[in-house]
């Protein structure tokens, strides 16, 4: 059992203990040595000196990591192994009697000019002096020299030196082990201008190691320095090590080497840098007055001063804007507006949102012939989303309603009668017919009569000595009343029902000469009498005055009685009739109408997710922007009933950052399914114009350019994240594959791996000097 997290503590059994590969200096042999992450580093000690038979005192053990000397671990530390930035599988050297070879050896960068000091020295906090850089370039020259930022990083060196020919900004980060999300996620916010531009200057003033939110500044101190080495190694790939220590420190989900999601993590790090940095050291009580109708403008620009004086930090002035939130009670139509602020737009794709639905309409007045309709509905949406839906298809008049239900095995499954049942009950493979009634009857006084077709010539006849039934077809549904039933009533019934399947062209009537070319309202007598039965039981049970062959059943459809003209049938809640289909019935209704329902949505599995229609970042905008019910889970609290309602809720944008960042929803979570949608969306690189979607009508200009990518590569669970991102000064783009960089064309940047976008705002002159002047005033 080890103890995890900062500020809250949390207990887990750790099944995988860290597994460190020992080096001997004396003969190189390799031993693998197993302790809890939570070790200290003088038990590492004990171990190493018990297994290899050397006396402590003469003991020395480096952190081998990249089978070079990064730091010798001290014995007397009580620092436990994660602390020390020790890994899984990582190598850690023994040397007996201190016999290294020498104080310095030469670095493995490749820099020419760089040494590296194997015990450098540190300070607690250095933040480094040096030249301010912008995104891409320094201010000064392009041969600048940047001061080791004390740090346990490793993969920079002490003094290092970039050539003339050499950019910043250029390095990779080296996998620790599934941490491709973490460095796809920090090459987008390393290549954010506004925040590079921070980090590589002196933030020192601006920590805050008393906020009870924050992470007493390490993580804002450690985010910082692994940036100043990305800007100051040239392209020689940095190892993160330390930031790792911290994240897992601050950050336990993230502990370990499991693959993790690069937008929880940017998520995580950009509240976590805003806490560390807030300049805000004792945060105000302000108490929230009502908007009392007053105009949007004033109470968003109230409601923003209120969040700036608790929260003052780089993060929030760069990254944070702020929407409109309409609440709307159904009942007693109160609105409710708020304005919140936001670090990011966590966008769905359109395809998410909703889901094709086929349901068959039966007609009960058995004026037209069943029909499919396909109809588009809220992916979450509820069974009233459905009827509305097929109501507005099919044409219902205001004085008919639709019984939703589920047909399985030629029966009645289930009735969806509860309006407010979540869709996600409904499978693709099912099959769900809906019965369009005159009028919803009352609960009381109502009873349902289900209708099935029971199968050819003897089937129901030998079913009646005790044998099984084969039933075909949809059954029919209606409401009676609750009053006795004639067997002549249901007759009646079951010829409205089938009146639209009747044949124009009757076989038998060809055959005999007699072709009644017409529309028949029902079946005649002639049906009825051509079922004459051997069977001197069943010929007891077949009623002449009668159309059908029927027979009263029970819910599992073992016992069977007949029903003549003048039988009493008194409806229960659900009341089965069997009407039996010989030779004679199916020559008169084509009864393939009754088969072959279609499956609520056919999936194709010939089709390749990467080949679905490509859908714009407008149309995930416009989709998160869109009206919608809150989830039976998430009920609004109405002030004016004093009730949870089920309000209607509506996003809209009002301010606007100057980095934009856009995560697309990709990944969807049910409680049957988890699944990643690939599909390709559409975004521009170049003058994303958002002024028709900002309500607040300030003047200014919303346009932006694509500056960085987040992209994950495969499945759900596993895959691969890299990132593009783009050196401003030079308009060049490269991509990010943990330590390896390349370039790359504008044109490769979309694809259907995309996840996080970043963007920039694109100002005139005179908006800049007013965006510099409002910084200034800050």
Not at 412 to 418: A, D, G, L, S, V
Not at 438 to 443: A, I, L, T
Not at 639 to 650: I, L, T, V
């Amino acid at each position: 059992m080890i103890c995890q997290g900062f500020y809250s503590k949390s207990y887990s059994v750790e099944v995988y203990p860290l597994c460190l590969m020992l080096t001997d200096g004396r003969d190189e042999s390799r031993t693998a040595i197993r302790l809890g992450k939570q070790a200290s580093v003088r038990e590492l000690y004990e171990k190493v000196c018990a297994m290899t038979g050397v006396a402590q005192e003469k003991a020395q053990i480096w952190d081998y990591f990249d089978k070079r000397k990064n730091g010798l671990l001290n014995p007397s530390s009580n620092n436990n192994l994660e602390e020390s930035r020790l890994q899984m599988d990582q190598d850690i050297l023994l040397e007996v009697d201190g016999s290294s070879s020498s104080q310095y050896a030469m670095s493995s960068s490749g820099n020419e000019l760089a040494l590296v000091p194997l015990e450098p020295s540190r300070s607690h906090v250095t933040i480094a002096g040096g030249p301010t850089l912008s995104n891409g370039h320094s201010t000064t020259s392009k041969f600048s020299l940047f001061p080791r930022i004390s740090s346990e990083d490793d993969g920079g060196d002490s003094l290092s030196i970039l050539r003339k020919e050499e950019k910043g900004g250029l390095a990779g980060l080296s996998n620790l082990g599934n941490t491709c999300f973490m460095n796809s996620a920090l090459q987008c916010l390393a290549h954010t201008p506004p925040i590079v531009e921070y980090f590589l200057q002196d933030y020192s003033d601006d920590i805050n190691r008393d906020n009870p939110l924050g992470m007493c500044g390490e993580l804002a101190i450690a985010f910082g320095d692994l940036l100043k080495k990305l800007w100051s190694s040239g392209r020689n790939a940095v190892a993160p090590r330390t930031f790792k220590t911290k994240l897992a420190r601050f950050a336990p989900q993230f502990s370990g080497y499991n693959q993790h999601d690069s937008q929880e993590l940017l998520a995580f790090l950009l509240d976590g840098l805003h806490e560390d940095l807030n300049k805000v050291k004792r945060k105000p009580y302000i108490e929230l007055k009502d908007s009392d109708s007053r105009p949007d403008d004033e109470v968003a620009e109230e409601l923003w001063n209120y969040h700036k004086a608790r929260n003052d930090s780089v993060i929030v002035n760069v990254c944070q804007g702020q929407y409109k939130s309409t609440l709307v009670c159904p009942v007693c139509g109160k609105i409710s507006i708020t304005f919140d602020p936001f670090m990011y737009l966590s966008v769905p794709l359109p395809s998410t949102l909703t889901r094709p639905m086929t349901v068959t309409v039966f007609y009960c007045d058995g004026s037209r012939l069943p029909m499919p309709y396909t109809v588009t509905v809220p992916k979450h949406g509820s069974c009233r989303d459905l009827i509305t839906a097929l109501g507005t298809a099919c044409c219902l008049a205001d004085d008919e309603v639709l019984l939703l239900a589920e047909v399985y095995d030629h029966k009645i499954f289930r009735y969806f009668e509860n309006h407010l049942e979540s869709l996600s009950a409904i499978k693709d493979d099912e099959h769900i017919v809906a019965y369009r009634l005159n009028q919803m009857p009352k609960r009381s006084g109502k009873a349902k009569l289900e209708i099935l077709h029971g199968g050819k010539e003897r089937a129901v006849q030998e079913s009646v000595r005790g044998r099984d039934v084969k039933v075909f077809g949809t059954p029919f549904v209606t409401y009676v009343n609750t009053e006795p039933l004639s067997g002549t009533d249901i007759d009646a019934i079951i010829s409205g029902f089938l009146s639209p399947l009747h044949r124009v062209h009757s076989p038998s009537n060809i055959l005999s000469g007699n072709d009644n070319s017409h529309f028949a309202d029902g079946p005649d007598d002639e049906t009825s009498g051509s079922l004459s039965s051997p069977d001197a039981e069943i010929d007891d049970a077949a009623d002449r005055e009668l159309s059908f062959r029927m027979f009263l059943t029970d819910e599992r459809g073992l016992n069977f009685k007949p029903l003549q003209s003048k039988s009493s049938v008194s409806p229960g809640i659900i009341t089965r009739v069997l009407v039996e289909w010989n030779e004679g019935e199916h020559e008169k209704y084509d009864s393939s109408y009754l088969c072959d329902l279609p499956e609520v949505h056919k999936t194709s599995f010939s089709a390749k997710k990467t080949r679905q229609e490509a859908i714009s970042l407008f149309s995930c905008l416009e989709a998160f922007l869109a009206e919608e019910p809150l989830g039976p889970d998430d009920m609004w609290f109405c002030p004016s009933c004093k009730e949870h309602r089920q309000a209607n809720k509506k996003l809209d944008l009002w301010k606007l950052p100057d980095i934009l960042v856009f995560h697309l929803k990709r990944f969807t979570y049910s409680r049957y399914l988890k699944n990643k949608i690939d599909t390709f969306v559409n975004f521009p690189i170049q003058d994303l114009d958002l002024r028709k979607y900002v309500k607040n009508n300030n003047g200014q200009s919303y346009v932006y350019e694509l500056y960085a990518v987040s992209n994950h590569y495969g499945g759900l669970g596993g895959g691969h994240y890299t990132a593009y991102a783009k050196l401003i000064d030079d308009n060049k783009w490269y991509h990010f594959d943990d330590s390896h960089v390349s370039s790359v064309n504008e044109s490769e940047i979309k694809n259907s791996a995309a996840y996080v976008l970043f963007y920039r705002i694109v100002r005139s002159e005179t908006e800049t000097k007013t965006a510099e002047m409002s910084s200034d005033m800050d």
